[in-house]
């Protein structure tokens, strides 16, 4: 597990702002940054890191959930009823003295009752139950024939065995299985997520190191231009050179400015980009707004890179990074569990489709007295039980729906296995035109530097022409302008390689690794 420790910011006021303003300015809030420390920020902030962790805890719960349905359960049940329903008998009319007559007349019945018991579920698909049990019976009319009230004690052991549909250990621990396969999907899914957003911050942090870069040499140029311009009219002023020359070199200040304004925009956009992904300024962009914030929301921040990009590079061979990418990356990996999960879903819709044929059983013993305590005493005697066997057979006439379940799992079960071919040649593809770009941007790389080199020969040449008279400013001039796009692309061609490494380790599943991260499996 990374570290979640919160980046050490160095704050420190600086004397001007980025951007050229009229009137005071406050002094920017000044961050440099590293790129591990970058990594570190945004994987202990984001939001997506945070929502996979949390579907990881949800997995987890689920799991617990599919392995509670087999706890056992206590039950307890009290009822007590009292009933004056008409009854009729000729012993009634004896006693009374009269003809043997029927006689209609009001029979009072209470009755109580008190049960508690346990139901178990097992991962065979069996269920079992065990109830004791105690019913009271006050039958008023019965006093002359028997005693009067009656205390009836009971336990009843009753258990059903599925053997056709439900039945088994496969299908009755299905559930778990696909949950504990649901929560190894949750680890690959924030592995991959992870992955992805280390990609992204490394890629926003190199472009930001380009346009600091970019924007520093931009401002340097319009530097020299503008004292290029000064000079000019001063000679110019002199009458050692004409209008046409001031006016040309007045044209480059002019070309210079507009780059300088693409500059400042690239660099401020990278440096959004990049706070954005660590989120710099909290969770909540929108209550910045609503709390009155004036500018944009990274506005008066300045980020210092700290890491420089290496132009050194060790070019990769294809057979071992291919087997490195197939070994570690995340949403490869997932297939093994997605495809046991749908197997898993095909047998239980083939299950489904047989008929609910059950064993049932059930065994009482009963005691019976005209007290409580004498009740369960007789238990035991061993005189009184009942007992009952039996199979019950239920089955749909129409078996159509099922049979499009278990045909729908199944055709999914197909789809996991070509969309798993279909990432199998993603992942051969993304590693082979990773190391070919790796390749061409460390050759490209090594073509610029000549080229800035030759360039810069040819400019001090054609300098000490001008200065000859054997030249004009507008070749000076173009040849400068060369020289300047050849020294951005050489600056982003550096950014390049090393956002080309952090494509072949991404490729690879290496990213992890490289920051150390790991999680807890």
């Not at 951007?19 to 420390?37: M, T």
């Not at 056709?164 to 250990?169: Q, T």
Request: net charge neutral; no cysteine; glycine share 6%.
């Amino acid at each position: 597990m990374w570290t979640s420790a919160v980046l050490t910011l160095v704050l420190a006021l600086a004397t001007g702002g980025l951007r050229a303003q009229e009137g005071a300015a406050p002094p920017p809030e000044e961050i440099e940054l590293s790129i591990e420390q970058a990594v570190e920020m945004g994987l202990a902030r984001s939001f997506d890191v945070r929502i996979a962790r949390t579907e990881g805890k949800i997995r987890e719960r689920e799991m617990v959930i599919q392995d509670a349905v087999f706890d056992p359960f206590f039950t307890l049940s009290a009822n007590y009823s009292k009933n004056r329903r008409p009854s009729v008998s000729r012993l009634t009319s004896l006693e009374l003295g009269i003809a043997p007559e029927p006689v209609v007349q009001v029979n009072p019945f209470e009755s109580s009752n008190y049960s508690s018991g346990i139901r178990l579920r097992t991962v065979l698909g069996s269920t079992y139950s065990l109830t004791v049990g105690e019913s009271g019976f006050d039958r008023h009319l019965a006093s002359s024939l028997a005693f009067n009230p009656v205390q009836e004690a009971s336990v009843r052991f009753t258990a059903t065995q599925p053997l056709l549909k439900g039945a088994w250990y496969p299908y009755n621990y299905s559930a778990i299985q696909v949950a504990e396969n649901n929560r190894r999907l949750a680890m690959d899914s924030l592995e991959t997520t992870i992955s992805d957003l280390i990609f992204r911050i490394e890629a926003a942090y190199w472009q930001l190191v380009f346009s600091s870069r970019n924007y520093a040499a931009n401002e340097n140029s319009l530097k020299v231009a503008t004292e290029n311009v000064e000079k000019a009219r001063k000679e110019e002023a002199a009458g050692t050179q004409p209008k046409i020359y001031v006016t040309t070199i007045e044209g480059q200040l002019a070309r210079r400015k507009v780059e300088m304004n693409d500059a400042l925009l690239q660099l401020e956009n990278s440096r959004d980009n990049l706070l954005d992904l660590l989120q710099y300024k909290g969770e909540s962009l929108r209550q910045l707004w609503e709390a009155g914030q004036k500018t944009g929301s990274f506005e008066g921040i300045r980020v210092i890179p700290l890491s420089e990009p290496m132009e050194q590079v060790t070019l990769p061979e294809r057979n071992p990074s291919l087997a490195a990418a197939f070994e570690r990356r995340a949403d490869y990996r997932q297939f093994g569990a997605l495809l046991d999960n749908q197997k898993t879903l095909v047998d239980m819709r083939a299950n489904e489709r047989l008929p609910q044929l059950d064993l049932t059983g059930a065994w009482a013993q009963f005691g019976l007295a005209d007290s409580f305590g004498d009740s369960f005493s007789s238990l035991g005697s061993g005189d009184f039980y009942g007992w009952t066997v039996g199979l019950q057979l239920a089955m749909p006439l129409s078996n159509r729906g099922l049979k499009s379940s278990y045909d729908r799992a199944r055709d999914r079960y197909q789809q996991l296995k070509w969309q798993r071919l279909q990432t199998e040649n993603r992942i051969i593809m993304e590693g082979d035109q990773s190391i070919r770009r790796l390749r061409s941007m460390a050759r490209k790389l090594v073509y610029l530097d000549d080229l800035v080199r030759l360039k810069e020969t040819e400019l001090e040449a054609e300098r000490r022409k001008l200065a000859a008279g054997a030249s004009i400013p507008f070749t000076v001039n173009t040849i400068e302008n060369d020289l300047l796009e050849l020294q951005t692309q050489a600056l982003q061609a550096k950014t390049n390689l090393e956002a080309a490494r952090s494509d072949y380790i991404r490729a690879t599943g290496g990213l992890l690794e490289r920051y150390g991260v790991q999680l807890g499996r």
